[in-house]
């Protein structure tokens, strides 16, 4: 009995954390979901309108790692928090920055805008998959 019991207890924390985990995704997948109905609207069919979808579904990825980050990082919230907005800022200075090459500037047109926000939107997704993998990589 004894043994079922300190089984149940050490399953429980990975069963809780696989379903947060799991949330976390679904929370994702949402931002997604979004996203590709906007994107699939024939009235949003221009460069500029693509840049602020993207820009919209970045923000939802940034409100689901400030979500893990207050959840599962209480102890260092606050300065993970003010650390993530800060490689935010960064990050998206360097997308836009690697978008526009020397050779196009000052006529990129658009479509490097749009290139930049998707960018930044791939480095702010990655770092949200880190933040669950190294929570699920430590979770037992």
């Given at each position: 009995?004894?043994?079922l019991?300190?089984?149940f207890?050490?399953?429980?924390p990975i069963?809780t954390?696989a379903?947060t985990?799991l949330s976390?995704?679904?929370?994702?997948?949402?931002?997604?979901n979004?996203?590709?109905?906007?994107?699939?609207n024939?009235?949003n069919?221009?460069?500029?309108?693509?840049v602020?979808?993207?820009?919209t579904q970045?923000e939802c990825?940034?409100s689901?790692?400030?979500?893990?980050i207050?959840?599962?990082y209480?102890?260092?919230?606050k300065s993970m928090?003010?650390?993530?907005n800060n490689?935010?800022d960064?990050?998206?200075?360097l997308?836009?920055t690697?978008m526009?090459?020397?050779?196009c500037v000052p006529?990129?047109?658009?479509?490097a805008?749009a290139?930049a926000?998707e960018l930044?939107?791939?480095?702010?997704?990655?770092?949200?998959n880190s933040?669950?993998?190294?929570?699920?990589s430590?979770?037992?």
């Amino acid at each position: 009995m004894k043994q079922l019991i300190t089984i149940f207890l050490l399953i429980l924390p990975i069963s809780t954390y696989a379903e947060t985990a799991l949330s976390y995704k679904t929370d994702i997948k949402k931002c997604d979901n979004a996203a590709e109905q906007d994107l699939n609207n024939p009235e949003n069919y221009s460069n500029v309108r693509m840049v602020q979808i993207t820009d919209t579904q970045t923000e939802c990825y940034k409100s689901v790692a400030l979500d893990i980050i207050q959840k599962n990082y209480a102890k260092n919230a606050k300065s993970m928090v003010l650390e993530f907005n800060n490689f935010c800022d960064m990050a998206q200075r360097l997308s836009y920055t690697t978008m526009y090459p020397d050779s196009c500037v000052p006529q990129c047109g658009t479509i490097a805008g749009a290139q930049a926000a998707e960018l930044y939107q791939k480095i702010v997704l990655g770092y949200i998959n880190s933040l669950i993998e190294a929570a699920e990589s430590t979770s037992y």
